[in-house]
C-alpha cells in the first residue's frame, strides 16, 4: 500500500526566506507527483504536477522535483509572501489500474510571518 | 467559469441518522471523485465516477456509504446510520477524461455528526 509522508507537519517562515517542503512515498511505481495548496474552509488547488518521466517542474517562484527511485519530492519557494501561508499538500498517482486515485500526504501547514 | 460545487458547505447531523452530499462537477467533466478529509490528516480516496459508472469504489470504509451519479453529472454521496467516526470534511473532484487528468477539487463539505 502505498504510503505518503510529508515534512515538516508545520513551519513558520520570516517574509521573503527561502524554504523547502518535503514528500516521501513507498511505492516508486508512480504514474505522476502533484503538489496542492488548501487554504482553510476551501478546497484543494494544484500547483505543480510532475509525471514520473521528469525531474522537476517550475512555476514562478514554485520549484517541483522529483527522485523516484528515492521516493522523493521537494517544494521549494523563492522568496516566501505571508500570501504563502497555507496547508501544502503533495500526492502520488499510482502507474496501476485505472491511475485514477490520488494518495496524499498529511500537508505541511506553513504561516509565513511579517 | 464555474469549478466544483458541493452542498451544503457544513451539514451537523446526530448519530444514526442519514445524510446527503452532492456535488455537481465543472461542466463536460466525465470523471468525479470524492475524497474524504479528517482533521489534520491528507484527503483518503473514497470512490471514482466515470461517467455514470464507479470505476473504483475500493475507499468506501464500509457499505454505509453509497455514492450514484445517474446522469453523469451531479452525484450524491450517501451515508446511512452515521456515526461519530464520519465527522470530517467530504471533498469532490472532477477532471475532464480521468485517468491521469489533473484532478479540479470543490471547496468541501463539512460533516459533523453528533
Known amino acids: 500500500k502505498q504510503e505518503v509522508t510529508q515534512i515538516p507537519a508545520a513551519l513558520s517562515v520570516p517574509e521573503g526566506e527561502n524554504l523547502v517542503l518535503n514528500c516521501s512515498f513507498t511505492?516508486?511505481?508512480?504514474?505522476?507527483l502533484q503538489w496542492f495548496r488548501q487554504d482553510p474552509g476551501k478546497g484543494l488547488t494544484s500547483l505543480l504536477l510532475?509525471?514520473?518521466?521528469?525531474r522537476e517542474q517550475t512555476s514562478g517562484r514554485l520549484n517541483a522535483s522529483l527522485d523516484k527511485s528515492s521516493g522523493r519530492s521537494t517544494l521549494y519557494i523563492a522568496a516566501s509572501q505571508p500570501g504563502d501561508s497555507a496547508t501544502y499538500l503533495c500526492a502520488v498517482r499510482l502507474n496501476t489500474g485505472t491511475a485514477s486515485k490520488l494518495t496524499f500526504g498529511t500537508g505541511t501547514r506553513l504561516q509565513v510571518t511579517l | 467559469g464555474a469549478g466544483v460545487s458541493q452542498t451544503p458547505s457544513n451539514k451537523v447531523t446526530e448519530k444514526g441518522k442519514y445524510v446527503e452530499l452532492r456535488c455537481d462537477p465543472i461542466?463536460?467533466?466525465?470523471?468525479l471523485y470524492w475524497y474524504r478529509q479528517s482533521l489534520g490528516q491528507g484527503p483518503e480516496f473514497l470512490i471514482y465516477f466515470q461517467g455514470t459508472g464507479a470505476a473504483d469504489d475500493s475507499g468506501l470504509p464500509n457499505d454505509r456509504f453509497f455514492a450514484v451519479r445517474p446522469e453523469g453529472s451531479v452525484s450524491t454521496l450517501k451515508i446511512q446510520r452515521t456515526e461519530r467516526g464520519d465527522s470530517a470534511v467530504y471533498l469532490c473532484?472532477?477532471?475532464?477524461?480521468?485517468?491521469?487528468?489533473?484532478?479540479?477539487f470543490g471547496p468541501g463539505t463539512r460533516l459533523t455528526v453528533l
Open positions: 510532475i509525471q514520473s518521466s521528469q
Open positions: 511505492d516508486s511505481a508512480i504514474y505522476n
Open positions: 473532484a472532477s477532471s475532464l477524461l480521468g485517468g491521469a487528468d489533473t484532478q479540479y
Open positions: 461542466s463536460g467533466h466525465t470523471a
